[in-house]
């Protein structure tokens, strides 16, 4: 168990539709990342938060957003949802603050289906 | 952008055998990460390294700088060994997310 929880664990959902999906990172650990995990492109970053800001951007669609919040736990909202959005959604937590890097804990994922 | 190449695409070895899954990068990094993920779907983060070499149990990790390769082995392997090996860079010094390879297919047969 990484200490990193997500919610739900599995969604379906149609297309056109709009869900949220949710992290709680470690205990302490401040840096929020955001995975998605395709068949087709692998594992890709999306966002990164640290301490309630966004630090880093990937490759994260315009229909996607994120957020952190004062207790630290991070959304992921998928807008105007695709056949192609379905996948596995994975957050990662890690103490990083401005010191360099730091291991990355992973949570168990979303698995988004869009029918 | 940064490159991660990984290689073998898939192994497939017998109980005990000593196992190499190797990693190249492309331009400078902060830190590579090894990741192991079992077919539940499951990421589990195996090392994290910028230099030298580092062991856990039958699990050793080495990378080398100059050259931008790393490698992962696996020491008297076992059929729970079976899983998605995985390798990842990062460059931005924490400030990014991580850039994946493919990931290694191994699979442990008794």
């Known amino acids: 168990d990484s200490g990193v929880t997500q919610t739900p664990k599995h969604l379906i959902t149609a297309t056109g539709q709009r869900v949220t999906l949710r992290c709680s990172p470690r205990?302490?650990?401040?840096?929020v990342y955001w995975y998605q995990q395709s068949l087709d492109q692998g594992l890709q970053f999306l966002i990164q938060y640290y301490n309630g800001e966004e630090r880093a951007k990937g490759n994260i669609l315009e229909r996607f957003s994120a957020q952190q919040f004062p207790d630290l736990h991070s959304e992921l909202n998928l807008s105007s949802l695709e056949l192609g959005d379905s996948a596995l959604y994975f957050c990662?937590?890690?103490?990083w603050g401005s010191g360099g890097t730091d291991t990355q804990y992973f949570g168990p994922g979303t698995r988004l289906t869009v029918l | 952008k940064n490159e991660v190449e990984q290689s073998p695409q898939n192994l497939t070895a017998q109980e005990g055998e000593f196992i190499t899954i190797n990693c190249s990068y492309s331009v400078g990094i902060s830190a590579l990460h090894w990741l192991q993920q079992h077919p539940g779907g499951g990421i589990v983060s195996l090392f994290m390294l910028s230099s030298g070499k580092k062991k856990h149990g039958r699990l050793i990790a080495t990378i080398n700088i100059q050259e931008k390769h790393s490698s992962l082995h696996i020491t008297a392997s076992h059929p729970r060994d079976s899983a998605v090996y995985i390798c990842?860079?990062?460059?931005?010094?924490?400030?990014?997310?991580?850039?994946f390879g493919k990931g290694t297919h191994l699979i442990i047969q008794p």
């Open positions: 990662a937590s890690s103490a």
């Open positions: 990842a860079v990062e460059s931005g010094g924490g400030a990014d997310g991580l850039t």
């Open positions: 205990s302490g650990d401040l840096s």
